[in-house]
C-alpha cells in the first residue's frame, strides 16, 4: 500500500468514526461515542508521530507538530470530539493535497503511460507485430491509422498527417513529405503510411521526452525548501499565542483552539502544488522543466544568450534565390542541379534536393558522378553534362561573365552560399543557399522583452558579418561572433556573475554553456542530445517563442504560490486570533483551517491553467493548416517575382516585356487573389477567435499598399506591352524596383500574419 492510499484509508476511518460516535452519542451513550471518536483519533496522530521522527531524522520540521500537539491535546483535556474533527480535517487535507498534486502530474504522467509497446514490422509482403526493442535501424514499419510512432523514423508516403501535440503541445496537426522525419510519439492522424527506422527504441525521441519527464518530477523547488524554513518558523510562534491565550484567560481550550486553527499551514500546501502544477503546464505546451528549481528560476531571469545556428535560425543551408544566365529557366537549373547532388552526402545537396522536391519537380537518376570533395560534382543528367560547385570549379580559368559577378555580390549582401551551375558547358545559373531566421524569432525575443528580460546577447562560433546581419534585424543588445564552446562558457559565466542567467542553444558544442547558465534551455526536439541532458529546461517544439513563454509560465508559477501562501498564513493568523480571545472553538477553529487549506490548494492549482482570458471561438484546426499551407504556395511565387527581378539586369526589349508581363500576372493571379481572400474569409475569423483589432488594422493596411503596388505594376505592364512601346531602361528599372517591394513586402505581411494565425491557435 502506498503512501497515499494509506492517507486515503485513515481518512476513511476517521470519517466512519465520527459519523458513528455522533450517532451513537445523539441516540445513546455519549461516553461510547467519545471512545469511537478516540478510536479513531490515534491512527492517525500515530501515522503523524512516525512521520513527523521520519522528518526529524533527515533534519526536517514543519508544523505538522502543531496538528499533532492539537490532536494530543483534545484527547488530553478530553475533548474527543474536537480531536477526531481534526484528525478529519488534517487528513482530509493531505488527501486533498495528494488529489492536487496528482491532478498537476497527470500531464507528465501521461508521457510515460502512453510510450509504444508494439510495432509492426514488415518483411517484404509480411507484417509482423514484435516489440518495439527489437526494432533495429532500417527495419520497414506500417503507422496505421490513430496509433503513435514508436520510433524515429523516414515517411516512405508522401503527405502523411501527424497529431505531434504529446510531443510540441501544437494543436494543429502537421503533414510531411516522403523522406522527411517522423519522430516517436506522433500520432497519426490519417491513413496508415510505412517508414523505415532512424534510430533504436531507446534512442528515439519519445524514449528522450519519456526521461526528461521523469527526472521532471523529482526535484524540490528551493522556493519550497524557503517555505518549508518559514513552517518550522511558526511552530513556535504558534506555541507562545496558544499559551499566552492559555495563561490570559486561565482556560486551556483556548491555547488548544489556536493549536487547531494553525493546523496545518498553508505553507506547506502551496509550494509544492503551484510548482508541481507549473511544471505539468509547461509540458502541456511542450516545455520540458527539470523540476520546481529552474521553474522558480525561469521567473527571475534578467539575461538570455542565444546561439544562432539552429537556435535563432533554422540551421542548415536553404535555397534563397536562383540566379540565372540570360534565356536559363530557374526551374530547369534547379531540377537538373538536384537530379545531380542525388548522388552526393553533403548538407548543401541535401538542401538542394529538399528544395526541388519542394517544388514538386520531377528529378532524374545521374549518370558517371565524380565528386571532388570542397569543390563541387559533376555527373550525366537526362544526357546533358552537369557540373554544380564553387565559382572555379565551375567556370576555371575562364573569368565570370556578369551575372556570376552580380550573383557572388548578392550571395555576399544575404550571407549565402554559392552553387554555381553549368550544362553542357555553358554556365547556366547559380544557386544560393543561407541559414535563414527563425518565422517566430522576431516575435520571441519581443516576448521575452515584455516577460522582463532586459539583456539579450547572442553568442554563436559563426563569422562576425553574419551574426551582426541577424542580430541588426532583431535588435539585439550584444554580439559575440566567431566563439569556441570555451568562450562561450566564459561569456556565460561572465554574465552569470551579474545577473540571473539563460543560456539557449541546439548544438553538442552548446550543452557546456547550457550547464553553465543558471537556466539552460535546449531546443530538444531533434531527439536525445547532449544539450537536452546538460539543459534544465526543454523545449519540444521547434519554436523559439516556448521560451518566453516558459519564462511567463515561471513567474505566474511563483507569483500563485507566493499569493498562497501569504494569503494563507494571514487567514491563519486571523483564526488564531479569533480563538486565543475566545470567538472560535476547537472544533470551529479545525473546520476554518480545513477551509483555509481548501482555498490556498485551488488557487495554487490555478498555475495549470495560462492566465490568459480564453478565445471567444479558437480558430478552426483545418482553416489554419490551410492558411499556412497557402503561405508555403505564396512563398514559391515570391520565389519566381525575385528570380524575375534578378534576371532584369540583363534583359532589354521582348525578354524584358515577357518578363515583366509575367511578374504582373503572376501578382494579379497569386499575390492580390490570396490577400483579397485574406480580408474577405481568414481576417473575419481571426476577429471570433481573440481580440486582433490593432493588429487586424495595421494588417489591412499592408493589403492596400500591396494592392497599390500591384496595380502600378500592372499598369505599367500594360503600357510597355503596347504596340511601339519603348521598353527602355528606366521603365524596366522601375519595373523592377516595384517587383523588389512587393516581394519583399509580402514575405513581411505573411511573416506577421503567421504571428496572428500561431496566437489564434495557441
Not at 512516525?50 to 491535546?73: P, Q, T, Y
Not at 542530445?529 to 509560465?553: C, F, Y
Not at 483579397?676 to 499598399?705: C, I, K, N, W
Request: glycine letters at 8%; one cysteine or more.
Amino acid at each position: 500500500m502506498n503512501a497515499a492510499t494509506l492517507r486515503a484509508a485513515l481518512l476513511l476511518l476517521a470519517v466512519a468514526a465520527m459519523t458513528a460516535g455522533a450517532v451513537v452519542a445523539w441516540f445513546g451513550d455519549p461516553s461510547i461515542g467519545g471512545w469511537l471518536w478516540f478510536g479513531g483519533t490515534v491512527p492517525i496522530a500515530f501515522s503523524l508521530l512516525v512521520s513527523i521522527i521520519r522528518d526529524l531524522w533527515d533534519k526536517r520540521f514543519g508544523v505538522d507538530a502543531i496538528a499533532l500537539l492539537s490532536m494530543g491535546g483534545a484527547l488530553a483535556l478530553d475533548q474527543p470530539l474536537a480531536a477526531i474533527v481534526i484528525a478529519v480535517m488534517y487528513a482530509g487535507g493531505a488527501v486533498l493535497e495528494d488529489y492536487a498534486i496528482s491532478r498537476a502530474e497527470r500531464s507528465l504522467k501521461g508521457l510515460v503511460d502512453r510510450a509504444p509497446r508494439i510495432a509492426h514490422r514488415r518483411l517484404d509482403d509480411t507484417i509482423t507485430d514484435v516489440a518495439v526493442d527489437e526494432v533495429a535501424v532500417g527495419d520497414r514499419l506500417v503507422v496505421r491509422a490513430g496509433e503513435i510512432a514508436p520510433i524515429d523514423g523516414i515517411a516512405f508516403d508522401a503527405k502523411i498527417l501527424l497529431d505531434e501535440s504529446a510531443l510540441t503541445g501544437e494543436s494543429l496537426p502537421v503533414v510531411r513529405q516522403a523522406g522527411e522525419a517522423v519522430r516517436s510519439g506522433a500520432i497519426n492522424a490519417g491513413d496508415a503510411f510505412e517508414m523505415q527506422t532512424t534510430a533504436l527504441a531507446r534512442d528515439s525521441t519519445y524514449a528522450a521526452i519519456v526521461k526528461l519527464a521523469a527526472s521532471a518530477q523529482k526535484a524540490k523547488a528551493p522556493f519550497i525548501r524557503i517555505a518549508d524554513h518559514y513552517a518550522a518558523a511558526l511552530t513556535p510562534l504558534t506555541l507562545a499565542i496558544a499559551g499566552a491565550a492559555w495563561l490570559w484567560s486561565q482556560d486551556p481550550l483556548r491555547a488548544l483552539a489556536v493549536l487547531v486553527a494553525a493546523t496545518p499551514c498553508p505553507l506547506i500546501l502551496a509550494a509544492p502544488v503551484a510548482f508541481v502544477a507549473g511544471v505539468a503546464r509547461a509540458a502541456r505546451r511542450g516545455v520540458l522543466v527539470k523540476g520546481g528549481g529552474p521553474l522558480e528560476a525561469l521567473a527571475k531571469i534578467h539575461t538570455v544568450l542565444f546561439d544562432k545556428t539552429g537556435t535563432l535560425t533554422v540551421g542548415g543551408a536553404r535555397l534563397t534565390a536562383i540566379e540565372t544566365a540570360p534565356t536559363q529557366a530557374s526551374d530547369e537549373i534547379l531540377r537538373l542541379t538536384a537530379s545531380l547532388e542525388q548522388a552526393s552526402a553533403h548538407a548543401v545537396a541535401d538542401a538542394i534536393v529538399n528544395a526541388a522536391r519542394a517544388r514538386g519537380l520531377a528529378l532524374s537518376p545521374p549518370r558517371d558522378v565524380r565528386e571532388q570533395v570542397g569543390s563541387g560534382l559533376q555527373g550525366t543528367v537526362e544526357g546533358h553534362a552537369v557540373r554544380a560547385g564553387s565559382c572555379a570549379f565551375v567556370f576555371g580559368a575562364t573569368p565570370p561573365p556578369p551575372w556570376a559577378v552580380r550573383a557572388t555580390r548578392r550571395a555576399a549582401w544575404r550571407s549565402a552560399l554559392s552553387v554555381f551551375v553549368s550544362i553542357d558547358g555553358a554556365p547556366a545559373g547559380a544557386l544560393l543557399l543561407a541559414d535563414e531566421m527563425r518565422r517566430e524569432t522576431p516575435r520571441a525575443l519581443d516576448l521575452l522583452r515584455a516577460a522582463g528580460v532586459r539583456r539579450i546577447v547572442m553568442a554563436t562560433g559563426d563569422r562576425a558579418e553574419t551574426a551582426e546581419t541577424i542580430a541588426a534585424a532583431l535588435n539585439i543588445d550584444a554580439v559575440l561572433a566567431e566563439r569556441t564552446p570555451d568562450e562561450k562558457v566564459a561569456a556565460v559565466v561572465l554574465e552569470r556573475q551579474q545577473h540571473m542567467t539563460m543560456m539557449v542553444g541546439d548544438g553538442i558544442n552548446d550543452a557546456p554553456a547550457l550547464a553553465a547558465a543558471h537556466v539552460g534551455v535546449a531546443l530538444g526536439a531533434r531527439g536525445a542530445s547532449a544539450s537536452s541532458e546538460a539543459a534544465d529546461v526543454v523545449i519540444l517544439v521547434e519554436r523559439l517563442d516556448r521560451v518566453a513563454e516558459a519564462i511567463s509560465i515561471g513567474q505566474r508559477t511563483r507569483r500563485l504560490a507566493r499569493q498562497s501562501i501569504v494569503v494563507g498564513m494571514g487567514l491563519s493568523g486571523v483564526a488564531m486570533a479569533a480563538a486565543a480571545l475566545g470567538f472560535l472553538s476547537p472544533v470551529a477553529g479545525a473546520v476554518a483551517q480545513e477551509l483555509i487549506d481548501v482555498a490556498v490548494i485551488l488557487n495554487a492549482l490555478r498555475a495549470l491553467g495560462s492566465g490568459a482570458p480564453r478565445a471567444a471561438r479558437p480558430l478552426d484546426a483545418g482553416a489554419a493548416i490551410r492558411l499556412h499551407g497557402e503561405h508555403e504556395r505564396l512563398g514559391r511565387s515570391l520565389d519566381r517575382l525575385r528570380s524575375i527581378a534578378d534576371a532584369l539586369d540583363d534583359s532589354v526589349g521582348p525578354a524584358a516585356r515577357e518578363l515583366i508581363g509575367e511578374a504582373s500576372a503572376l501578382v494579379a493571379d497569386e499575390i492580390v487573389a490570396h490577400e483579397r481572400a485574406d480580408e474577405s474569409e481568414v481576417y473575419p475569423s481571426l476577429v471570433q477567435a481573440e481580440t486582433f483589432s490593432h493588429g487586424l488594422a495595421a494588417m489591412g493596411r499592408a493589403h492596400r499598399e500591396i494592392l497599390h503596388l500591384a496595380r502600378l505594376l500592372s499598369r505599367l505592364a500594360r503600357e510597355i506591352s503596347e504596340p511601339g512601346a519603348d521598353a527602355d531602361a528606366t521603365l524596366i528599372r522601375d519595373a523592377q524596383r516595384l517587383i523588389e517591394t512587393i516581394e519583399s513586402l509580402v514575405r513581411l505581411h505573411s511573416a506577421q500574419e503567421e504571428d496572428l494565425y500561431d496566437l489564434a491557435t495557441a
